[in-house]
């Protein structure tokens, strides 16, 4: 089970800090990452991360204003989202992408003024 959390109402220009609390699983082991669907769009990757955390792979839209990490003791995955735009605008998953895969519920990143 995949438990994302800290979407919200953001201004441009604006952070968030998504989290994810991995369960039912070997989260150690697993390569995760997040990804976003915005209204009437496809699912899109934004960033991907190795099991121990040491290769981290961006999207093109992420790289400069996003990061990804993970607390392996805490079972939870992160993404810290900088100068969000308009754009930004989607619900957020995080996805267990090592087989079997799996994706969580999703949550909301509205980024308006």
């Known amino acids: 089970q995949l438990q994302a959390s800290g979407g919200g109402l953001v201004q441009p220009g604006g952070s968030l800090t998504l989290s994810c609390v991995a369960s039912?699983?070997?989260?150690?082991?697993?390569?995760m990452d997040w990804a976003r669907q915005a209204p009437g769009e496809g699912l899109e990757r934004v960033a991907s991360?190795?099991?121990?955390?040491?290769?981290?792979n961006l999207e093109e839209s992420s790289k400069g204003r996003f990061t990804l990490s993970r607390d392996n003791a805490k079972n939870t995955l992160y993404l810290h989202m900088n100068k969000l735009r308009h754009d930004d605008t989607a619900k957020y998953y995080c996805?267990?992408?090592?087989?079997?895969?799996?994706r969580g519920q999703g949550t909301l990143v509205t980024v308006s003024s």
């Open positions: 996805r267990k992408v090592t087989l079997p895969a799996s």
């Open positions: 039912g699983f070997t989260f150690s082991t697993a390569w």
């Open positions: 991360i190795s099991p121990s955390g040491d290769i981290v």
